[in-house]
């Protein structure tokens, strides 16, 4: 089994800071890419940033240069760096990998956290 566990969700100000973090855990033989997404109300789960093992990362433009997507590859846990928040990054945000199991080493497999709720007030 793999299990993808989300934490540092919360309630914030506008202008603050949050860091989430997710880490993966089971029978892992490599995480290519591991991303976060997040779903507000009423919208449809959109990507927020990725990250390959490789350290190549991708952002949502409305993002980009205030979120950061560190990624520990010897302990497979990444973050989300969240700077600068605005009420509307409010949404569930969710943790996502891809990962390659020991017993199919030839391709990988998606696997979703439970998610965790961010909540910028103004």
């Known amino acids: 089994q793999v299990q993808l566990v989300e934490a540092g969700g919360g309630l914030v100000q506008a202008g603050g800071s949050l860091r989430l973090s997710c880490a993966a855990s089971g029978s892992i033989f490599s995480i290519t890419v591991m991303g976060w997404y997040r779903q507000a109300p009423g919208n449809q789960r959109e990507l927020v940033a990725t990250?390959?093992?490789?350290?190549?990362?991708n952002y949502e433009d409305s993002v980009k240069g205030r979120f950061t997507i560190p990624r520990n590859n010897a302990k497979n846990t990444m973050y989300l760096q969240m700077k600068s928040l605005k009420p509307e990054d409010t949404a569930v945000y969710y943790c996502h990998a891809i990962i390659r199991r020991h017993w199919d080493q030839s391709r990988g497999y998606d696997y979703w956290g439970q998610g965790t709720q961010v909540t910028v007030s103004s």
């Open positions: 990250i390959t093992s490789g350290g190549i990362t």
